[in-house]
Nanobody
Framework: VQLQAFGGGLVQAGGSLRLSCVASGGTFSSGARGWFRQAPGKEREFVAT????????SYADAVKGRFAISRDNSKNTIYLQMNSLKPEDTGVYYC?????????????????WGQGTLVTVSS
């Protein structure tokens, strides 16, 4: 499975961005999908996750109420709508497919990773 994330860019604080992650190739995986981010000098951290079946979602406390994860199974694509962006949201955002079906919160439980897309929020 190959994952390609795109949609990052430079945005002012308070602005919005929508990230997409398309899965292709390999054997279809029903693992949960997730978004993670990594700021310079920091470890990769969980942002949001969605089950591949059903509508179960989960968010990091730092993004609750501002970010929304969704998916389109017909397109093998997940999205991350990011609103009210803050400078501390800056980082490289990665999509991933998990080993379990319900959620992916632990980066160590990811089976596949995308290449990352850079989000920069200016103050």
């Amino acid at each position: 499975v190959q994952l390609q994330a795109f949609g990052g860019g430079l945005v002012q604080a308070g602005g919005s961005l929508r990230l997409s992650c398309v899965a292709s190739g390999g054997t279809f995986s029903s693992g949960a999908r997730g978004w993670f981010r990594q700021a310079p000098g920091k470890e990769r951290e969980f942002v949001a996750t969605i089950a591949w079946f059903g509508r179960i979602t989960s968010y990091a406390d730092a993004v609750k109420g501002r970010f929304a994860i969704s998916r389109d199974n017909s397109k093998n694509t997940i999205y991350l709508q990011m609103n009210s962006l803050k400078p501390e949201d800056t980082g490289v955002y990665y999509c991933a497919v998990g080993e379990e079906s319900l959620q992916l919160r632990d980066p160590g439980r990811a089976a596949y990773w995308g290449q990352g897309t850079l989000v920069t929020v200016s103050s």
